[in-house]
């Protein structure tokens, strides 16, 4: 179990190194909302979640309601219920609930992948070694991001708040250039943006509200004209 779970920190040093990077930016964001570094480090070591915490943060600065908070992360954290799904499936049949559970919360995007790549069945001492070490950088990155946030000039702040922003760039332009419902669908969620910001009604509601409700409809609308094939 020790040289698996020293495995797991091995291959999880290379994601903690970029969660460090991408935390920081997040910081950045968290530090313009009013949150402190100590509550940033404890909120990012229990959520590992760039867009989760990103549209958290956002809301915060917005006084959203906690309905709204709520909603935002279930709906940008959905797909962990998925990859969670897929690890079940690498898990030997003596493996306990509560390594399961423990497992599961583990998971991010980048864990998963290493995890689901892990030979043979999956051993949970190898993901918590990955995790832990990530998630350590991961919380460390968001609380120097707030601590530079609350010392650096405003102009240099804002310049490296634009970094979060080019990482979800990068995140959608790959998939929106080999995907042409994904191109599509990427395209709307700009245009209905910015025809609810000034709609009548619609731009009644919080941008929170605003952002959850187009999240579902172009995302249902997506999978009912072009679903995924099996």
Known sequence: MNSTFLRGVRDGIPIALGYY??????????????????????????????????????????????????????????????MSTALSQKFSEGTSLAKRVLVSFCVTDEIFGISIAYPGNLEPAYTYGAALISTVFWASGTASGIIAGDVLPANVVSALSVALYGMFLAIIIPPSRKDRAVGIAVVMSFVLSGVCAVMPVVSDLSSGTRIILLTILISATAAICKPVKD
């Open 21 to 82: 990077a991408v935390a920081f930016s997040l910081g950045i964001i968290a530090s313009n909302a009013g949150i402190g570094a100590l509550l940033g480090f404890v909120g990012s070591f229990f959520t590992r979640a760039s867009a989760g915490e990103y549209g958290v943060y956002t809301l915060v600065a917005a006084s959203a309601t906690y309905a709204e908070v709520v909603g935002m992360s279930l709906i940008t954290n959905l797909r962990y219920l998925l």
